[in-house]
């Protein structure tokens, strides 16, 4: 092709660019509202045209041939920020708009209580999960031996961090009740009563940021009664009734339960119960949720 061929081909085609062009904005009668620059820069502003008022088309030339057609591609949100935890498959992670932390999707948790707690806790024939499990709880721990409110182990961190960081994670959904035990790793380290109040008071803000409106219950810390040697622990037991009544939680305290119910004698260390201890003291911890209204029908 000449020269003269190939200059005429392109008048042609900016001649029928200019025709269609026409048309298509003249059809556009519906409200613009504001684009974004194409520059990256601030926000320009499309006006609506005054009723009646002619329509004016910038000439094609103002944009130079060749130049390719601008797209407007929509800004998309990961399937995951968009879809509720409910439709999500078993197994997969669901981001918490609270708190920005990824939560394992486990299903219905209406029937179902989120455990914190240490080493009175974690075992699966624990007084505390059988006596939730006595109460009509399916039961998810999230805690760790050897933690605390103040304190923790080289890999976990006490339990308002071990939240925050993910050393555990909680799951998401609304669960039936959550439950923070402990105390014993705190008496035992000699914590300061401020650090344990204050590890209390923040870890109880981010369960409540977690789980908005879920009914949150803390249990305090095991031990003899304080004539019979409690100790520290029964000390802490007390200090974490007071925290509880400030943060307006109820309060399951069992800093005298061993002497109270006679278990001394089914101690394994001095602290953590044997297996007929554990089996005794579930039943009275169903009883104590139950007392408080926390237990399902």
Not at 99 to 111: A, F, H, I
């Amino acid at each position: 092709m000449d020269r003269a061929s190939s200059s005429a081909g392109r008048l042609t085609l900016r001649a029928l660019s200019c025709a269609m062009a026409v048309p298509l904005l003249a059809g556009c009668a519906g409200p613009l509202e504001a684009l974004p620059a194409s520059s990256g820069g601030a926000i320009g502003t499309v006006s609506r045209p005054t009723e009646g008022a002619a329509l004016h088309v910038l000439p094609p030339a103002a944009v130079p041939y060749g130049t390719a057609p601008i797209a407007i591609i929509p800004r998309t949100t990961p399937a995951h920020r968009l879809t509720p935890p409910d439709r999500l498959p078993l197994g997969s992670f669901s981001v918490n708009p609270a708190t920005q932390r990824n939560e394992p999707v486990l299903g219905d948790l209406s029937r179902a209580a989120v455990l914190i707690g240490d080493s009175q806790s974690e075992p699966t024939d624990s007084w505390v999960r059988r006596g939730l499990e006595h109460a009509g709880y399916s039961v998810y721990f999230a805690g760790s031996g050897g933690t605390g409110y103040s304190v923790g182990i080289p890999k976990v961190h006490d339990y308002a961090n071990a939240l925050r960081l993910g050393d555990w994670r909680v799951p998401a959904g609304s669960p039936g009740l959550v439950v923070v035990q402990g105390g014993g790793n705190d008496a035992s380290r000699n914590s300061a009563d401020s650090a344990i109040v204050n590890g209390a008071i923040t870890l109880f803000a981010e369960l409540r940021r977690t789980y908005p409106g879920a009914r949150i219950v803390m249990v305090g810390t095991l031990a003899k009664s304080a004539a019979d040697g409690g100790g520290r622990r029964t000390e802490v037991d007390a200090l974490l009734g007071r925290t509880a009544a400030a943060l307006d939680v109820p309060f399951v305290g069992c800093g005298d339960w061993i002497s109270l119910y006679g278990l001394a004698g089914e101690l394994a260390d001095g602290v953590h119960l044997k297996p007929a201890g554990k089996a005794r003291l579930a039943p009275v911890f169903a009883d104590a949720l139950a007392a408080r209204g926390l237990a399902l029908s």
